[in-house]
């Protein structure tokens, strides 16, 4: 994020491992899977061998499952989720159920969904048909970051509607999730969201002022000079600047949807998880058993036979057989460092989100990938590429995208699904919002239309409930 605190020592640097890692996180197992086979295809210096070894202390192990040299025994406390990378050959035998008993495996598989999509699915009850071109043209004009590539102006004239017809699109647009996305810039991001925020919290004052004036003060972090700009001292302006760094994102598209890219061709499908997640009984206090796919079985390595036959190579083919040996060392290093940072990844969200995985989205708590980042110690884009593009089987063998882990709505828009398919007769969307209330969940009426749009429910008024088995109607 752009007013996220990072520390220094954590700041990345560009390097060449560093570099590699990003881009190998990024990958899912099958991608993964792919580059290893060219990567072996054309590299003599890397080698793949039988032998299973551990990840973390290369010791050999005999069989699929955790490491019994390095890994905690299996009864580990109950909340404390054991967590190891393993072959897709190993999930039939140990925690994951991919095979046998699944009749209709796309019941179970998640597909990801575009952001115009979303967001249009999400307002489609308030346009009227002249004002859905108007949404298209401008749904499909964002970037990866959420924010317009076009003026309103712009789409106006090619409309031949008037600019206020096109700024009311613009603000549905802008308070459906993730808020603030169909906006021109990320200052009017901010503002947007900071508008909705207010409905049901209150901001520290002159923060709608900090955001106006002091865009270039926040993203240096100069509060002295912002303090100056608002006529504050500078711890105020520095809890404006929390405030707003911990509360509101000038990226919207990137706080939802981490590294969706838009405009692509075809959006990802998930037939085959890359993160299993089963239970080690049916008991409530069983740890969980986390299995990170790994693309290979065996060990991959840089050829002894290669290094060796290295200091006597000919000189004419000396400096190709060093950048091979390089290059697989640095890919065998790089790989390891990819483990390590998912291990780490899914060991505090599978701690954090327990209730979710094994009872469901009411369960669910909200979560920013900055906040998980902040908890790491790494930075925000680690989490952004580790969490793209994954999909996570739970204990009930249905298959999510791991994105879907940090959807901050979907506790509430699950309570709001209970209400509904409870109610003895059709409820308005502010009886919604007062029942929700009761529950802890403080959102204003317009989020529940929001959310009610977003779940594909008329509104009351348009909702027709058949006759119960109670009696009532």
Same mark, same amino acid.
């Given at each position: 994020m752009l007013l996220?605190?990072?520390?220094? !020592?954590?700041?990345?640097?560009?390097?060449?491992?560093?570099?590699?890692?990003?881009?190998?996180?990024?990958?899912?197992?099958?991608?993964? !899977?792919?580059?290893?086979?060219? @990567? &072996?295809?054309?590299?003599p210096a890397l080698e793949l061998t039988e032998e299973r070894r551990c990840p973390y202390c290369h010791r050999p192990t005999l069989k699929a499952g955790p490491c019994p040299a390095c890994k905690a025994p299996l009864a580990a406390a109950a909340d404390q989720p054991i967590v190891f990378v393993s072959p897709r050959r190993d999930f039939r035998r140990s925690g994951g159920q991919l095979e046998e008993d699944s009749d209709s495996? #796309?019941? *179970?598989? @998640?597909?990801?969904?575009?952001?115009?999509?979303?967001?249009?699915? +999400?307002?489609?009850?308030?346009?009227?048909? #002249? #004002?859905?071109?108007?949404? @298209?043209?401008?749904?499909?004009?964002?970037?990866?970051?959420?924010?317009?590539?076009?003026?309103?102006?712009?789409?106006?004239? /090619?409309h031949h509607v008037p600019l206020a017809r096109v700024e009311r699109v613009q603000r549905l647009i802008q308070r459906a999730e993730p808020l603030g996305v169909g906006s021109c810039s990320p200052q009017e991001a901010l503002l947007v969201q900071l508008e909705v925020l207010a409905e049901t919290r209150t901001p520290p004052r002159k923060t709608e002022q900090a955001i106006r004036l002091g865009m270039d003060a926040l993203s240096r972090r100069a509060y002295g000079e912002l303090g100056r700009l608002l006529g504050v001292s500078t711890e105020k302006a520095i809890q404006i600047a929390d405030f707003i760094s911990e509360n509101l994102n000038p990226y919207p598209a990137r706080a939802y949807w981490g590294d969706i890219h838009q405009g692509a061709a075809q959006q990802p499908f998930y037939p085959e998880p890359d993160?299993? =997640?089963?239970?080690?009984?049916?008991?409530?206090?069983?740890?969980?058993? %986390?299995? =990170?796919?790994?693309? /290979?079985?065996?060990?991959? $390595?840089?050829?002894?036979?290669?290094?060796?036959?290295?200091?006597?190579?000919?000189?004419?083919?000396?400096?190709? *057989? +060093?950048?091979?040996?390089?290059?697989?060392?640095?890919?065998?290093?790089?790989?390891?460092?990819?483990?390590?940072?998912?291990?780490?990844?899914?060991?505090?969200?599978?701690?954090?989100?327990?209730?979710? =995985? &094994?009872?469901?989205?009411a369960h669910i708590i909200p979560l920013t990938r900055a906040q998980l980042a902040q908890e790491l110690e790494v930075h925000e884009s680690t989490v952004s590429r580790a969490v793209a593009g994954k999909a996570v089987?739970?204990?009930?063998?249905?298959? %999510?995208?791991?994105?879907? *882990?940090?959807?901050?709505?979907?506790?509430?828009?699950?309570?709001?699904? +209970?209400? =509904?398919?409870?109610?003895?007769?059709?409820? !308005?969307?502010?009886?919604?919002? $007062?029942?929700?209330?009761?529950?802890?969940?403080?959102?204003?009426?317009?989020?529940?239309?929001? /959310?009610? !749009?977003?779940?594909?429910?008329?509104?009351?008024? &348009?909702?027709?409930?058949?006759?119960?088995?109670?009696?009532?109607?």
């Open positions: 996220q605190t990072q520390k220094t !020592s954590l700041r990345p640097q560009t390097t060449a491992h560093l570099a590699q890692t990003m881009s190998l996180l990024e990958l899912t197992s099958a991608e993964l !899977s792919q580059k290893i086979e060219a @990567a &072996l295809a054309s590299n495996p #796309e019941e *179970w598989t @998640a597909a990801a969904e575009d952001l115009p999509t979303f967001v249009g699915r +999400q307002i489609a009850p308030e346009l009227s048909l #002249e #004002e859905r071109a108007l949404a @298209a043209h401008l749904l499909t004009s964002l970037d990866e970051d959420g924010l317009l590539t076009v003026s309103l102006s712009e789409v106006a004239r /090619y993160i299993i =997640i089963s239970r080690l009984s049916e008991t409530d206090d069983t740890p969980l058993m %986390v299995e =990170i796919v790994s693309p /290979y079985a065996g060990a991959l $390595r840089v050829n002894t036979l290669f290094r060796q036959a290295l200091s006597e190579a000919p000189p004419e083919k000396a400096k190709a *057989w +060093q950048q091979d040996f390089e290059e697989a060392a640095l890919l065998v290093k790089c790989l390891q460092q990819r483990d390590n940072t998912l291990v780490r990844l899914m060991q505090r969200l599978a701690t954090l989100q327990r209730a979710y =995985i &094994l009872y469901g989205d089987q739970l204990p009930n063998r249905k298959i %999510v995208p791991l994105a879907r *882990w940090f959807d901050r709505s979907l506790n509430v828009r699950t309570a709001l699904l +209970q209400i =509904i398919a409870e109610e003895e007769q059709p409820l !308005s969307d502010t009886q919604i919002a $007062r029942l929700l209330a009761r529950q802890g969940f403080d959102v204003a009426r317009r989020t529940v239309a929001k /959310y009610r !749009s977003m779940e594909g429910i008329l509104p009351a008024r &348009l909702r027709h409930h058949p006759t119960r088995p109670n009696g009532h109607p």
